[in-house]
């Protein structure tokens, strides 16, 4: 009982990983004084194992009333961080020909968040800030044809599984397979059905793996 009631838990699992993408597709600005700070991806929806670029934006105000102009030479006196998790990695920012607009060359190895620390000054002004970015996607958002025929074919070898082991499992409970006294075909059966939830929970966790 034990071991179906694990084949079950690892379908429900299954079936809740389907569809939790939620896609969020906007650069994040912050202000320092009177400079904006936008930070994001260069290609979005950012793909996990996918080269990208980080990207940076910084204006002040410009001459007239309600106009910006890039500043040039930022990363001059600025350190650029990107963090995962507890991961950190110091990252190299190039300048974009237009004024004010810098990237760096990443391969982003893992989905979900990721976020941009600047530390340094901007003209004097002293710089601060962390920054989230996009989460990065697993690459079914790219994946075309999709891939789903073939989950569905995991998942309907696990619930094979699981109804062959739950089948064997009725057979005992009501005598049709019987146990000698010696324990030796109880105990040949117990490994049994632990294998077949064991293969269950494997080709649970190969359909989950492949939707990511």
Known sequence: MIAVNIAIFGVICLLFSVGMIAP?????????????????????????????????????????????????????????????????????????????????????????????????????TPID???PVEDVEPTAVLDFPPTSSEGAADVAALKNAISSLQQDVSKLKSGETSVSSDGGEAYDFAIFGLSIAAAAIILAIIALVKRK
């Open 24 to 124: 969020s597709f906007a650069h994040t600005t912050v202000h320092v004084e009177q400079y904006a700070i936008e930070a994001g991806w260069g290609i979005e929806p950012p793909v996990v194992g996918i080269r990208n670029d980080l990207v940076f934006k910084i204006t002040e105000p410009g001459e007239t009333e309600g106009s910006h102009k890039g500043v040039t030479s930022v990363f001059r006196d600025i350190g650029a961080t990107v963090m995962f998790g507890g991961a950190t990695k110091k990252i190299e920012i190039n300048s974009d020909p237009r004024p004010g607009y810098y990237f760096s060359p990443i391969i982003p190895t893992k989905t979900g968040s990721y976020m941009v620390e600047l530390k340094g000054e901007i003209q004097g």
């Open 129 to 131: 800030v962390k920054i």
